[in-house]
C-alpha cells in the first residue's frame, strides 16, 4: 500500500469535490475493503478472547491518544453541553459526529469518559478499517469496542441484531452520518439517512454533537497548525408524532444536520456556504 498523500493533495481533492456536491467521497487512499463474513466480528464481545483483547487495546489506545494530549499533538479546548449527554444518558444512545480527524472519536470519549460508568462508547466504522487497516491503528480498528459495517447481507444483519442488542441494554454508540474523513474540514457535510435507522430501529434517541477548531501556534510534521477541538453536545432528538421508520429517519437526519449548522454558524460567525452554493437537498 502506498504511504499516506501528502496534506496539500488531500485539501486540494476536499475542494474539488465540494465544487462538485459529492461529500460523500473518501478523500484518503484507503486499503480496499475485504468483505466481513458472517461470525467473523464478535460485536457482543462473547468470546475470552475478544474480551482480553479489548482489554489490551483499550489501554493502549489511551495510553496513545494521552500521549498524543501530552505531546500537544491532540489539543482540546473543551466541551459544551454535558449537561445534554446527562439528560439523555439513562439508556441506549446514537452519538453523532462530524469527522475530519482520524482523532475525532478520542475528543468525544475524553468528554464522556468520567459519565460513562459502566457503559461503553461503541464505534461504528467502515468495513475496510477493521479487515484490512495495517499498523497500530489498525489494530485499534479491530479491538478498541469498534462496530464495522458489513457490505454481505448475511454479515450486515448479524450485525444490526448485535446494534439492536447494545443499544437496548444502554450501550452508547458513536457514528458519523457524513460517511467519510474530510481532513479539518470545519463545515458541516449533508448526512446520510442510514445514520439514523440504528436509533429508529432500536427506539432511542440520537445525540448530536459537534466538534468546532481553532488554529494553534504550534504547527505538525507538514506545516500546518495543530488544530484546537471543542466538543458541542445539543439537545438529544427523538422523531416527532406518529412516522413510519424511514420518515422517522428522515426527519432526525435533518433536524441532526440543523442543529450542526446552527453551531457552524455561530462558532466561526459566518454563515453556512459551500463552493457551489448552499446545502445539496438531502439524500
Known sequence: MAGPLPRTEIIERIR?????????????????????KRGEVDYLGKKLS???????????????FDGCIKRGELVIDGVEGI????????????????????????????????YLKNQILYKIIREGNYTNFPG??????????TVPIPSRLPALKEMLEATDVLLRRGEKILI??????WWNYRKPRPLKSGAFMFAVRAGVPVLPTFITMRDT??????????QAHTLH???????????????????????????????????????????????????
Open 50 to 64: 475478544s474480551r482480553i483483547s479489548t482489554c489490551v487495546a483499550n489501554r493502549v489506545a489511551r495510553h496513545h
Open 83 to 114: 449537561d445534554n449527554y446527562l439528560a439523555a444518558s439513562g439508556g441506549g444512545l446514537i452519538i453523532t459526529c462530524n469527522h475530519f480527524n482520524p482523532f475525532d472519536n478520542y475528543v468525544v470519549f475524553k468528554a464522556l469518559q468520567p
Open 217 to 226: 501556534d504550534v504547527r505538525d510534521s507538514e506545516g500546518f497548525p495543530v
Open 233 to 283: 453536545i445539543l439537545p438529544a432528538l427523538r422523531p416527532g408524532g406518529s412516522m413510519s421508520n424511514r420518515e422517522a429517519e428522515h426527519d432526525l437526519r435533518d433536524r441532526n444536520y440543523a442543529c450542526w449548522k446552527e453551531v457552524y454558524e455561530r462558532v466561526y460567525g459566518i454563515p453556512l456556504t459551500y463552493s457551489d452554493g448552499p446545502a445539496p437537498a438531502a439524500e
Open 136 to 145: 497500530l491503528y489498525g489494530f485499534f480498528f479491530r479491538h478498541c469496542n
Open 176 to 181: 458519523y452520518p457524513e460517511q467519510g474523513m
Open 16 to 36: 474539488k469535490l465540494e465544487a462538485a456536491g459529492q461529500f460523500d467521497r473518501d478523500v484518503e487512499d484507503d486499503p480496499p475493503t475485504v468483505p466481513i
